[in-house]
């Protein structure tokens, strides 16, 4: 008894010094270990699964800050684990894929991750990669700072309670979906590239594929617009990028 008292004080102090617990999935040992030394000498606790089943088992026991996810994983797939993740919780997802499966990486992304890192990569970008979605994800967690609801017309943007209405309606959307709206109805009529909403709203240190901002442009679309063909608030900017339509 006294046993199991020492080493869940011990599992509490480890867990209060460390910047937190970072679950690694793939099937490649060399990327695991890599990886998981790389994030230790951050101060991060790692935990490492080589398949989906052993990934949601550690999941639901560990309860990671942050997954890891390779999408080509042998039994359940990164996407079915992703996927499953969603359904239990908002924990952060960032994906690693390798070159040309973009749309592997679409899939993933309208399923929920944060963020995607393409094979092979720098460890030390996966890394910074890391810490900026944790930090995204600590914001996102903290009491809204105080603001004006942004009204027009029919769609109505409170970011005091994060709750969009259009039509009358309350609308669900994702935490970065609702930084993105937010951010651009905040600058009606501003044109913006997709690296400047990658660097505005994503916060990323490297450079991430414009597919994140797409992604995300058409999911909003597909939720607030009466018609997301011809879309009335978000409009397209061809060859430039986006701007918000008062």
């Given at each position: 008894?006294?046993?199991?008292?020492?080493?869940?004080?011990?599992?509490?102090?480890v867990?209060?010094?460390?910047?937190?617990?970072?679950?690694?999935?793939?099937d490649?040992?060399?990327?695991?270990?890599?990886?998981?030394?790389?994030?230790?000498?951050?101060?991060?606790e790692?935990?490492?699964?080589?398949n989906?089943?052993?990934?949601?088992?550690?999941?639901?026991?560990?309860?990671?800050?942050?997954?890891?996810?390779?999408?080509?994983?042998?039994?359940?797939?990164?996407l079915?684990?992703?996927?499953?993740?969603?359904?239990?919780?908002?924990?952060?997802?960032?994906?690693?894929?390798?070159?040309?499966?973009?749309?592997?990486?679409?899939?993933?992304?309208?399923?929920?991750?944060?963020?995607?890192?393409?094979?092979?990569?720098?460890?030390?970008?996966?890394?910074?990669?890391?810490?900026?979605?944790?930090?995204?994800?600590?914001?996102?967690?903290?009491?809204?700072?105080?603001?004006?609801?942004?009204?027009?017309?029919?769609?109505?943007?409170?970011?005091?309670?994060r709750?969009?209405?259009?039509?009358?309606?309350?609308?669900?959307?994702?935490?970065?979906?609702?930084?993105?709206?937010?951010?651009?109805?905040?600058?009606?009529?501003?044109?913006?590239?997709?690296?400047?909403?990658?660097?505005?709203?994503?916060?990323y240190?490297?450079?991430?594929?414009?597919?994140?901002?797409?992604?995300?442009?058409?999911?909003?679309?597909?939720?607030?617009?009466?018609?997301?063909?011809?879309?009335?608030?978000?409009?397209?900017?061809?060859?430039?990028?986006?701007?918000?339509?008062?």
């Open positions: 008894m006294y046993h199991r008292i020492d080493q869940v004080a011990r599992e509490v102090q867990r209060a010094m460390s910047k937190g617990r970072i679950l690694v999935v793939d490649e040992p060399v990327v695991t270990e890599v990886v998981g030394r790389y994030l230790g000498l951050e101060g991060f790692v935990a490492t699964a080589d989906g089943e052993k990934a949601l088992k550690l999941a639901h026991e560990w309860v990671p800050d942050l997954v890891v996810l390779d999408l080509m994983l042998p039994g359940i797939d990164g079915e684990v992703c996927r499953s993740l969603r359904r239990e919780g908002p924990v952060p997802i960032v994906m690693l894929t390798a070159r040309g499966e973009e749309t592997d990486r679409i899939v993933g992304l309208e399923l929920g991750a944060d963020d995607y890192v393409v094979k092979p990569f720098s460890p030390r970008e996966l890394v910074a990669r890391i810490k900026a979605v944790l930090r995204r994800s600590a914001r996102e967690s903290l009491p809204p700072s105080p603001g004006s609801a942004v009204h027009f017309k029919d769609l109505i943007i409170n970011p005091l309670t709750v969009v209405e259009i039509r009358g309606d309350q609308v669900s959307l994702t935490a970065k979906e609702f930084d993105l709206l937010y951010y651009l109805a905040s600058h009606p009529g501003q044109v913006f590239t997709r690296e400047q909403l990658m660097d505005d709203v994503w916060d240190t490297y450079a991430a594929d414009a597919s994140t901002v797409t992604v995300h442009v058409r999911r909003l679309r597909e939720k607030i617009e009466a018609d997301p063909v011809r879309p009335r608030f978000i409009k397209t900017v061809w060859g430039v990028g986006y701007k918000f339509e008062a």
